[in-house]
């Protein structure tokens, strides 16, 4: 079946309705296993080194994937896309446009909707019922987050993978579904609270390019219970309509909002510290700025840029975070 590739999450009811595979390029990119040879071959391609690894990474891994057609966020996406859209334009890729609404306007919404499902060809029915098979996982998907916050019962990185990984389902619900259910057998044979952190935290931004931080934290004894953008990728709001679903998605709308979403998950994960995840050259890195004035908890901004392992800079100051604010002894 023909693969339809994307770069910031996208209605995937409508491609798995039309009997196509959606395929996270963000994904393909970080789980390949040489990410930093991708990038490498961007770069020797003309991709200018200070830009966004991400978007190097995911320009390379489209042409490996062979992805003929990318349905592009017009509004909402970070703005680095826009030129790797241009480019794979320019590779003869067909480029499908998708607006997520300023302001959060449900008739935009529908109308964005609308368009999608002419462009696929398929009914409203058809959305629906595919939308209904997928609520089934992401109920599932909610029972794997409740035991990580209230349970104590999954590693940081356990849960991060899978709420990541459901931005597609990897391309193949029933297989995804049938690994899931393994992993929640495993994970409640554990005895509650067999996980018990010097402190929970929470990461914010979006997903990591080093993944290895969730580790690194545990073995510092905290507990990541909280990331923002994966557990927003297995949409929450999924119980409500297909377009308030989309319209609950806090990426691509403002910061008020977003805070508001984050700020409640605080409270109801109980999160000791944050951790701002940021990209090198991202515009989005300035967020920080108010994320650090308006959120009243320990505070952390941590960069990256190559998929590589974290490296001592950024080792040195989750060491010293954890010491300051979480009373844990890192160095003897």
């Avoid at 966004?52 to 489209?62: D, E, N, R, S, T």
């Avoid at 909707?113 to 002419?118: A, C, G, I, V, Y």
């Avoid at 997903?207 to 931080?213: C, L, Q």
């Amino acid at each position: 079946m023909d693969k339809i590739g994307f770069v910031s999450s996208i209605p995937i009811e409508v491609i798995f309705a039309a009997a196509k595979v959606p395929c996270d390029l963000n994904n393909r990119f970080i789980t390949h296993p040489s990410p930093r040879r991708l990038v490498e071959e961007s770069e020797s391609r003309g991709y200018p080194r200070n830009h966004c690894a991400w978007l190097k990474g995911i320009y390379q891994v489209a042409k490996e994937e062979n992805i003929k057609t990318v349905i592009q966020v017009t509004r909402g996406d970070c703005g680095g896309s826009q030129l790797l859209m241009e480019l794979l334009k320019n590779d003869g890729v067909e480029i499908i446009p998708f607006a997520y609404p300023f302001g959060r306007e449900r008739s935009l919404m529908e109308k964005e909707l609308e368009s999608l499902t002419k462009y696929f060809k398929v009914s409203r029915d058809e959305v629906e019922r595919a939308k209904r098979r997928l609520d089934k996982i992401r109920a599932k998907l909610d029972r794997l987050d409740e035991m990580s916050f209230k349970e104590s019962r999954v590693r940081g990185y356990e849960s991060y993978i899978w709420q990541v990984s459901s931005s597609d389902f990897n391309g193949d619900p029933d297989r995804f579904e049938h690994e899931l259910d393994a992993a929640l057998k495993a994970i409640e044979a554990r005895p509650l609270y067999s996980i018990r952190p010097a402190a929970r935290l929470g990461i914010l931004g979006v997903p990591a390019i080093v993944p290895e931080i969730y580790n690194y934290i545990e073995s510092l004894g905290g507990l990541v219970v909280y990331s923002e953008m994966a557990r927003e990728f297995t949409f929450p709001s999924y119980r409500k309509g297909w377009a308030e679903q989309y319209l609950d998605f806090t990426y691509p709308y403002g910061l008020d909002y977003r805070l508001g979403v984050i700020r409640a998950e605080i409270e109801r994960r109980g999160l000791d510290g944050i951790i701002h995840y940021v990209q090198s050259f991202c515009p989005r890195e300035a967020e920080d700025i108010i994320f650090r004035e308006k959120l009243k908890l320990p505070y952390l901004t941590l960069e990256c840029n190559d998929p590589l392992e974290l490296d001592g800079r950024n080792r040195t100051k989750l060491e010293a975070f954890m010491e300051r604010w979480c009373k844990v002894v890192v160095r003897e």
